[in-house]
């Protein structure tokens, strides 16, 4: 065995930046997706659909910064010195004005805070938990094969993470002997599914169980992977939950992405029919070269 569990997790971590730069880390995030897909393109399936979801992600992750800038606002008031005006209109005086200037900010900042930081806080925590949990994975088969991979695997990931990559290996193995092998291609393509599926099992579940009433079904309507010029010339370029199951239907909570079940079935309907078509045009459709390589580039 090369590496330990732990030593493997330690190196994909030290590639990104620090949890506080959140939407530097999630760039990073979303360039070693790009990079694992550019460069083993016939084998990580799983891999270059995850960068357009993590830069998808990355776009409600910038609210983050932009709605915690009026409770940074108030420390700042708190910390700095007024002067001037506030301080010399006397303690009692001072104090109500510099109450009634920070209350619509104070209202403002409770509100978003509850509705939709907190909501967005589980999403930033469910993009960093499925780099944690399947990164590491990659670059020890890389670098290790699958025996690095067995020796490392604890045992909720048996039952779809390591199989995956057993299907992606044989699969990888038979494409060596035959370039022209469906079944081959077929495996690795189903291996990756089972990437997906422990992802959307295991890694995601309690993220979504934390989101609040509202925040399930602003994420419901943010569920989308835009594939952009990507797709190629006559293929779907996007794949919206919200598009998929209806608006009212989505608004009222009847489907929500939050249901494993709704969850999937936007996937193998509408998410894998769409990315499958980028990913077969890969290697010809020069639209997804580029996209890759904006993703990869940060």
């Known amino acids: 065995m090369l590496r330990s569990r732990d030593e493997w997790k330690d190196d994909a971590e030290a590639h990104l930046p620090p949890q506080e730069n959140i939407t530097g880390r999630n760039r990073a995030i979303t360039s070693h997706y790009a990079r694992l897909y550019l460069e083993h393109p016939d084998f990580f399936k799983w891999a270059g659909m995850a960068a357009f979801a993590s830069s998808q992600v990355g776009i409600a992750l910038g609210f983050i910064e932009v709605l915690g800038a009026p409770g940074k606002m108030m420390e700042q008031r708190e910390s700095a010195h007024a002067g001037g005006f506030l301080e010399g209109a006397g303690d009692a005086a001072g104090g109500v004005v510099k109450m009634l200037l920070s209350l ?6 409770a509100a978003t805070r509850a509705i939709l930081l907190n909501d967005l806080e589980e999403i930033r925590k469910g993009n960093n ?31 779809l993470l390591l199989p995956g990559f057993s299907m992606i290996d044989e699969g990888k193995k038979r494409l060596e002997k035959d370039g022209e092998d469906d079944k081959a291609r077929h495996m690795i393509r189903e291996g990756n ?106």
């Not at 994975?137 to 990931?157: C, F, K, P, V």
């Not at 999937?264 to 499958?276: D, T």
């Not at 045009?281 to 020069?286: L, Q």
Request: a negative charge; glycine letters at 8%; charged letters at 20%.
């Open 193 to 298: 599914i089972k990437l997906l599926r422990h992802e959307q099992i295991n890694t995601l579940a309690p993220v979504f169980e934390a989101i609040s009433m509202q925040g399930r079904i602003l994420a419901s309507f943010g569920s989308e992977l835009n594939f952009g010029e990507a797709a190629p010339p006559g293929c779907a370029s996007r794949a919206s939950f919200a598009d998929h199951f209806g608006y009212l239907e989505t608004l009222t909570g009847i489907r929500s992405v939050t249901n494993p079940e709704h969850r999937w079935q936007w996937i193998e309907e509408n998410v894998l029919p769409a990315w499958n078509a980028v990913d077969t045009g890969f290697p010809v459709w020069e639209g997804a070269a580029r996209r890759f390589s904006r993703m990869y580039d940060g």
């Open 104 to 109: 619509p900010v104070s209202l403002y900042d």
């Open 129 to 159: 938990a499925i780099y944690n949990d399947i990164a590491w994975a990659h670059n020890a088969y890389i670098e290790g094969g699958l025996d690095e991979l067995d020796g490392n695997t604890i045992d909720r990931e048996k039952e």
